[in-house]
């Protein structure tokens, strides 16, 4: 894995300043709590498009985490880390499966109000163990260049799915 990693790397590195899987991943955190603060800042109100914007974000962060990202951690990481990337895993899953629910319904609709704070719960959640948890976990167990070489790799599938999350991890 970590030799594919290099290869596919080197493609993409057009000798940009590369950043941290990490940093790139917690800058996406930063952005979705952005938007959840937006939301709460309206609790009673319609947040369809607010929501538009968050299930974009959500939907390109965990793609880059579950094809890039996680698949090198559950092979080089150790047992407690390979724990916390299933569970990851398993997060992920409820969270989609509430932004399919929510994907039509009416912002007015009350349950559609109701699923948007379980979601922002439970991304808040999983954010903190992200953070809390796995990032220095990963610091310790992957060194710097692997670092940076799956943050190259987050970047380019970013840019490639043509989402925000790319242009701002970017600095575009």
Known sequence: MSRMVDSVAGIFGGGEESQDA???LKADHDRVDALFQKV???EDGNNQETFQKIRQ???I???VEEQIFYPNLLEDGDEELQKIVREGLEEHGQ???LLVEMGSMSG???EFKAKLQV???NVEHHVQEEEGEMFPLVREQLDEQ???RLGSLITAEKARMGGQSARSASGS
């Open 95 to 97: 969270v989609k499966t």
């Open 22 to 24: 990490t940093e790139l």
């Open 40 to 42: 709460k800042a309206n």
């Open 119 to 121: 979601m922002m719960e």
């Open 61 to 63: 962060h965990t793609h």
């Open 146 to 148: 692997m670092l940076t």
């Open 57 to 59: 974000e959500l939907e």
């Open 108 to 110: 007015d609709d009350e």
